[in-house]
């Protein structure tokens, strides 16, 4: 048993298990668990203890893995590109950078209302799209882009690689004049990635 002194571990980077106090003297707060009257950290973090409110916490250091939801708004890469269907590479949900690696599959029906053609008017591969999941059926992550601020980012001209510019309903390439077509979002260029 270790004295009551060692206990007060302030700011102590912590892993789970690791022994923090009693109940007797402290009161278990966020980041902890008590088993048998003893105080534990739940996560790994900084532990902070509270003397006057006598109140033991630890703070995480590494945020929960975040994974897309329904309903989350993401960012991904367009991948593998079919007619009907494209696989995108999540990397963002919401504001949160991913630590994990989580595919979206985006299909055709999923665009807007309207009726379209072929994915290649909607989105290429390399191209930077903002969607919603609307399902997360099995951890297949199916994605729309039916609103105004979803659909594409970034796009690159197919001919050059060069970033293209919104131009009415098309797109144009300032460097090779390519025009072509994409779904891209109203604010479209703006988000910084
Ligand atoms: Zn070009």
Redesign the pocket.
Known sequence: MSSKTQEHKSGKLVIPGERLGVIEEFIPNSGTYVKDGIIFSQVIGRALVDLISKKVSVYPLVSELIAPKISSIVIGQVGNAQSDNVLVRIFRVGSNALSGVFTGIFHISDVQERYVNSMSDVCKPGDILRAKVISNKNKVYHLSTKDSGLGVLYAF??????V?EPKRYDMR?P????IERRKFALDYGKEKI
Request: hydrophobic residues 10%; glycine residues 8%.
């Open positions: 001209c197919s001919r050059c690689s060069h293209l390439c460097n090779c004049g390519n």
